[in-house]
Every structure is written in structure tokens, then in C-alpha cells.
């Protein structure tokens, strides 16, 4: 604690200000942009930290992490694309509040709660950082099995429809599983190197979620009733109503510290779990998905906190989270540092003043986050005949540059057909959406349960396993309970 309050008075430097702010703006604008997400900001910064000092490297780079987290919640709430992953399941509440003429508020309100998440996620990085990365060494490929179970059982509630849902969520799964196994058997490729590794996932969420979106966009200008709004007083109401539930912030971020902390788990199952415990404990949960507050704030509290998690892995135990944790992980490794224990015993001064670092990004985000949110809820106030044809660009130039491939937008042509058609027939696109992230991470999670287990039923003597399965059971039958019920005291009245 000593070393962490010192760092304060380090870190509060005018250099290492200017680098927050810069790495923040970095971060955001990565993150912003469908196609650049916050992990590969910090890969194309990592040449100019080769020659900086170890703390200066760590605090830019920790910088562009922070802003990168939040840097997708402007596009999924606007145009109703996540600028990464992690922001997935803001847009459920995020787009709809915006097509309902609340873009300001919507945008408010996910700043809010992602700096208030990713303080409290941060409070338990720093009081409990060893005790949770013991945690995560238990989580196996049994574990990690029944999260993945456990983000794929919101599937069924993601549309009024649980039909049309349970089957956009297998065609989902079903393309989760093209290519290389990890046992090396090639399936679904259709002899195309560039689907060894599977779809590759931002062409395909840009195709699915952006294109569709854009067309409707061109034939139907629904923000024409934004134009004498005042920007920047309607954001700081959706701060204000941000603050104002202190309660689902805490609940959201609590989820996301303990996804955080799970190896290769992430910030996208973070938001994604959230979402749905709020959606089951909320006595709106019909209203989930037509635009309301309680959906962002579950959303981005849970994928901020999780870096708390996610870091603690990475530094107590040099297990990456994400991708962002790896390439940070990079960095470290480039200084001269093993990540492990004996990385706080080493350089404790360091390490700890990078945390009070990031405390005070927190507060640099959401500076820069206000005015950031100002000009991108002015995109709105662009007309239709020249917005439309600048985002089909910046979607073109994202799917092309995820791999600097034209396959990739082709692909993400051809997924927006599908989009497009799906959406059409009152079919959910995000169940497809979940079906291709949690998916391939559930295939190969059983590979590896066969590969390590006599059977199936082996990993039910795990007492995590156990305790995940109830979890899952509780979360599917729930809604169900609470729908029965519903509808007796609907006909009850009505009789």
C-alpha cells in the first residue's frame, strides 16, 4: 500500500500526464474504429517504447489498454457496430437508445460506467491481486468449458422469439467451428487458407451488425430530431444517471473482475454475462434490448473491471487474458522482466506506481471521453447522403486491414447479406454473433477435456464445474420462472 500511494507522487509528473492522455486518446480511437481495436494500438506502439524507461513504457501502453476498453462503446451505441469485442453487448441497448433519439444519453451513460467499473475492477487488482490469480490456476478446460456454456446460455433471451434465436445461436456455434482444430483436422475451410483460423471475427461483426444497419440507415433517417439537441449537456445527464445506480455499476463490475481474472476469458464474456444476470435480477426485463439504462451500465462496468482481473493474471502469474494482456505482457518481456511473482519482489516500486497509474487514467478517460463522445454524437447531425457512403468506407478499411486481406471484405460483403436477410425475417443477429466467440472457444475446451479426462462425466466431480452448472441451470430457468409466473398473474386479472 505504501508503494502504491508513493507512486501517486510519480506518476503525477507532467510526462507521465502527457503520456496518459496521449496513450487514452490512442486507446479510444483504436477502439473506436471497427477493425483497430486497443490491442492492436498497443502492437503498433510497441516499437516507440523500445527506448523508453520501464515505467514510461508500462504507463503508455497501460494508457492505450484503458482507452481501448471504452473506444468501442461510441460505434456500437451510434452505428451499431462494436469497435471491439468487448463493447458487444453494450450495442443490445445502446443502438436502440440511440435510434429512440437518446444518442447523447446512451454515450453518457456507458462513461460513466466504464470508469466506475474500471475503478472498482482496479481496487480489487490492487487488494487482492495474488488471492485472485490463485484463482484463476484452477480454472481448467472443464472450468473453461462451463463458461463458455454459461455466456451461450443468454442465447434464448436475445430475441422475443426463443425459436429463431436458439437457431441463429447453433448457426452461430456451427461457423465457430471452421477451421484448424486443435488436434490439426481442417473443417469447413472449403479449401481456403484464410479460414484456417476461422472466421476471423471483426469482418465478420462489422458484416453482420454494420451493413445491415447502413442500408436502413440510406432508406430511413432517423436522427433528423437530434439536430437542436444540445450534446454535450445531455451526455453529462447520462454521467449523472450513471452515478445515480452505484448498485448495478458494483454488480456489473464484480462480474467482471471474476471473468477478468480467467485465462483467455476476456472482457467480451465479461459484458456479455453481466448483461444477462442483470437482464434475469431486473424487474424490466422484458425491456432489455428496447433501450434502457441497465443494459449499458451492466455492459461496460463489467468489460472495464475485468482489466483489473486480467492484469492480475498477467502479472502475478505471466498469464495473458487477452490480447491486450499479451502484448502488454510483450512489453514487459522487451524491458527485461519475466512476469511472475518475482516480479513484484524485483520491481514492487514499478509495478505499483503503473497501478496508480491506472487509477488515474480513469479520470483522464473520462476528460477525454466527454469530449470525445461531444463530436462522435455529432456523426448523428451529418446528413444520411454523406454519412452513409463515409462508413461504408471506414467498414471496408476495417475489414481490409484486420489481416490486410481483400477476403476480408468480401467476407464481411457476404455476411452482411446474411445480415441483412436474418434481420428481414425477425432473426437475432447477436446469438450468431456469441455462437462464433464462445463457440470455438467451447470446441476447443472439449478437445482438451477428452484429451485430459477418462470422460465426459469426469469433469463433473470438480467442485468449480459444480458450481457453474447450478449457476447456468439458475440463469436458463430463471426467465422461464419468472415468464409462468407472468403470465398467471396476467390471466388472473384478466379473468
Do not use: H
Not at 469485442?85 to 440511440?98: K, Q
Not at 450513471?242 to 476476456?266: D, E
Not at 461504408?392 to 446474411?418: C, E, K, P, Q, Y
Amino acid at each position: 500500500m505504501d508503494a502504491f500511494v508513493t507512486g501517486f507522487g510519480i506518476i503525477l509528473q507532467p510526462q507521465f500526464i502527457v503520456f496518459m492522455f496521449g496513450g487514452v486518446i490512442l486507446g479510444m480511437v483504436f477502439g473506436s474504429l471497427p477493425g483497430l481495436t486497443g490491442s492492436m494500438g498497443i502492437a503498433l506502439m510497441l516499437p516507440f517504447t523500445f527506448n523508453m524507461d520501464p515505467l514510461t513504457s508500462l504507463v503508455f501502453l497501460l494508457s492505450i489498454y484503458t482507452g481501448g476498453l471504452f473506444g468501442g462503446a461510441t460505434t456500437s451505441i451510434i452505428i451499431n457496430t462494436p469497435g471491439s469485442t468487448a463493447n458487444i453487448a453494450t450495442l443490445l441497448d445502446g443502438y436502440p437508445m440511440s435510434k429512440n433519439g437518446e444518442t447523447e444519453r446512451a454515450l453518457g451513460l456507458a462513461l460513466m460506467s466504464s470508469v466506475a467499473g474500471g475503478i472498482i475492477g482496479l481496487t480489487f487488482l490492487l487488494l487482492a491481486t495474488e488471492t485472485l490469480a490463485t484463482l484463476s490456476l484452477r480454472f481448467g478446460p472443464a472450468e473453461m468449458f462451463m463458461v463458455t456454456i454459461f455466456g451461450l446460455s443468454v442465447v434464448g433471451s436475445l430475441s422475443k422469439n426463443i425459436v429463431k434465436s436458439l437457431f441463429a445461436g447453433a448457426f452461430g456455434i456451427l461457423l465457430g467451428t471452421v477451421g484448424m482444430s486443435s488436434t490439426g483436422a481442417i473443417r469447413g475451410t472449403m479449401g481456403s487458407m484464410y479460414l484456417l483460423d476461422g472466421f476471423p471475427l471483426m469482418p465478420t461483426m462489422i458484416g453482420l451488425l454494420a451493413l445491415p444497419s447502413i442500408f436502413d440507415l440510406a432508406v430511413m433517417p432517423v436522427y433528423e430530431t437530434m439536430k437542436d439537441r444540445n450534446s454535450f449537456i445531455e451526455i453529462l445527464k447520462g454521467v449523472k444517471e450513471a452515478i445515480m445506480s452505484p448498485l448495478r455499476v458494483l454488480f456489473g463490475a464484480l462480474i467482471g473482475v471474476v471473468v477478468g481474472i480467467m485465462p483467455a476469458a476476456g472482457a467480451t464474456i465479461a459484458g456479455i454475462m453481466s448483461y444477462n444476470q442483470a437482464k434475469i435480477w431486473s424487474k424490466k426485463s422484458d425491456e432489455f434490448g428496447t433501450g434502457i439504462p441497465e443494459g449499458i451500465i451492466a455492459a461496460e462496468s463489467a468489460n472495464n473491471a475485468s482489466q483489473g482481473g486480467a492484469l492480475a493474471t498477467m502479472f502475478v502469474l505471466g498469464i495473458p487474458g487477452s490480447n491486450s494482456t499479451a502484448m502488454m505482457m510483450g512489453a514487459l518481456i522487451i524491458q527485461g522482466w519475466a512476469p511472475g511473482p518475482r516480479l513484484f519482489i524485483e520491481n514492487s516500486d514499478i509495478i505499483y506506481a503503473s497501478f496508480s497509474s491506472l487509477f488515474v487514467q480513469q479520470f483522464v478517460m473520462l476528460i477525454v471521453g466527454i469530449v470525445l463522445c461531444t463530436f462522435a454524437a455529432q456523426i448523428i447531425k451529418v446528413p444520411v447522403k454523406y454519412l452513409v457512403p463515409i462508413i461504408l468506407v471506414f467498414t471496408m478499411l476495417g475489414a481490409f486491414s484486420f489481416r490486410n486481406a481483400l477476403f476480408d471484405a468480401g467476407l464481411m460483403i457476404t455476411f452482411g447479406i446474411i445480415g441483412w436477410f436474418m434481420k428481414k425475417n425477425d432473426f437475432a443477429i447477436m446469438p450468431i454473433i456469441l455462437g462464433i466467440i464462445l463457440g470455438s472457444i467451447a470446441d476447443r475446451e472439449l478437445l482438451r477435456i477428452y484429451q485430459s479426462f477418462d470422460s465426459f462425466t469426469s469433469i463433473f466431480s470438480r467442485p468449480i464445474v459444480l458450481v457453474l452448472s447450478g449457476i447456468i441451470l439458475f440463469s436458463i430457468a430463471a426467465p422461464l420462472i419468472k415468464q409462468i409466473r407472468t403470465n398467471k398473474k396476467e390471466s388472473t386479472e384478466n379473468s
